[in-house]
């Protein structure tokens, strides 16, 4: 059974910053890309970062220069680090991660989502 655990979540003034920790356990063979999604309330849920296993990141326009992707792969752990948060960042963020259980069997995973809140 293979879960991610988010934390890091919470409320923020604007301009002020947050660090989300997404970690993976259980049975894992290896994981591939990890990434970083957000839904806010009556929106569609929209990819926010991505990073490879080897440490390529793609960000999604909004969060260019503001937020950074990092993973610590021997801890099976991705980060967004979030800074100058605005009111339009609110929303629930979801961990991602495509993960091998064994070396032919493969899926996407979710995280339970974590709130982030900007408002003053």
């Known amino acids: 059974q293979v879960q991610l655990a988010e934390s890091g979540g919470g409320l923020v003034q604007p301009g002020g910053s947050l660090r989300l920790s997404c970690a993976a356990s259980?049975?894992?063979?290896?994981?591939?890309?990890m990434g970083w999604y957000r839904q806010a309330p009556g929106k569609e849920r929209e990819l926010v970062a991505s990073i490879t296993i080897g440490g390529i990141r793609q960000y999604s326009d909004p969060v260019k220069g503001r937020f950074t992707i990092s993973r610590d792969n021997a801890k099976n752990t991705v980060y967004l680090e979030m800074n100058s948060l605005t009111p339009e960042d609110t929303a629930v963020y979801y961990c991602?991660?495509?993960?091998?259980?064994?070396?032919?069997?493969?899926?996407?995973?979710w995280g339970q989502g974590t709130q982030v809140t900007v408002s003053s």
């Open positions: 991602n991660a495509y993960i091998f259980l064994t070396a032919y069997q493969s899926r996407h995973y």
């Open positions: 259980g049975s894992i063979f290896s994981i591939n890309a």
